[in-house]
């Protein structure tokens, strides 16, 4: 059963720190995605990471992904108050290339002044 | 628009009765999916679908039905409702089953 567990499950930072979002997974797998999701909305693609190694980013955030580790990380870099939302990861499982993506359980970020 | 919808945004409704949510996307996406938000389980996929009366089961199937007569519509049915059922229900569709799922606004249901 493939198992994807985000640390922390809740994180409180404060303006101008930085900080990693952690991304495990417990099978093999060289796709992952990260959303972002705005308290009372809904869901918003953020990063799609496609092979070992990648590395994708947009302004604040930069998200990598090392498929050997099983692990991707969200680094947020100098940390503003509108990044503080929900943050979800979700792994494709391969080679089956047959079963839907299976999310973590979110990262809550709240950066306070 | 374009794009993908859901209706109604809230609902409420009691033990025991039928609740039909729906959801249209006008990407003419292949795959369509249902996620229950909770808690502290984050999100959890109910039903998908590869395509018009093509549908799988997901994690917690459970209580729920549907069904996709046409690949614009995935309408998700608890034919009796129960209170556990109380969360924020969100549809998203994509072109392939391991590709990026777009989201809908969500509906958020409360069964009293």
């Known amino acids: 059963e493939l198992k994807v567990e985000q640390n922390p499950l809740f994180l409180s930072m404060q303006e101008g720190k930085n900080y990693t979002i952690y991304c495990n997974y417990s099978t093999t797998s060289d796709r992952l995605y990260w959303y972002r999701q705005d308290p009372g909305k809904s869901l918003e693609s953020l990063f799609v990471l496609l092979s070992n190694g990648a590395v994708k980013q947009e302004g604040r955030l930069m998200a990598s992904l090392d498929t050997k580790a099983r692990l991707s990380t969200l680094h947020i870099t100098a940390a503003v108050h509108d990044l503080s939302a929900t943050y979800f990861c979700?792994?494709?499982?391969?080679?089956?290339?047959?079963?839907?993506?299976?999310f973590g359980k979110g990262t809550r970020l709240s950066v306070i002044a | 628009d374009a794009g993908i919808t859901q209706s109604p945004r809230y609902k409420i409704t009691e033990t025991g009765r039928q609740v039909t949510l729906m959801c249209h996307q006008t990407?003419?996406?292949?795959?369509m999916f249902w996620y229950r938000q909770d808690l502290g389980h984050g999100l959890r996929l109910i039903y998908y679908?590869?395509?018009?009366?093509?549908?799988d089961k997901g994690e917690v199937p459970d209580g729920y039905v549907v069904s996709r007569s046409k690949t614009e519509n995935f309408p998700l049915t608890l034919e009796s409702a129960t209170r556990s059922q109380t969360s924020v229900y969100f549809c998203?569709?994509?072109?392939?089953?391991?590709?990026?799922?777009?989201f809908g606004p969500g509906t958020r249901l409360l069964v009293l």
């Open positions: 979700a792994v494709d499982i391969t080679p089956s290339g047959n079963t839907p993506l299976v």
């Open positions: 679908s590869a395509a018009a009366d093509i549908t």
């Open positions: 990407w003419s996406h292949s795959y």
């Open positions: 998203a569709s994509s072109h392939y089953l391991q590709e990026t799922q777009y």
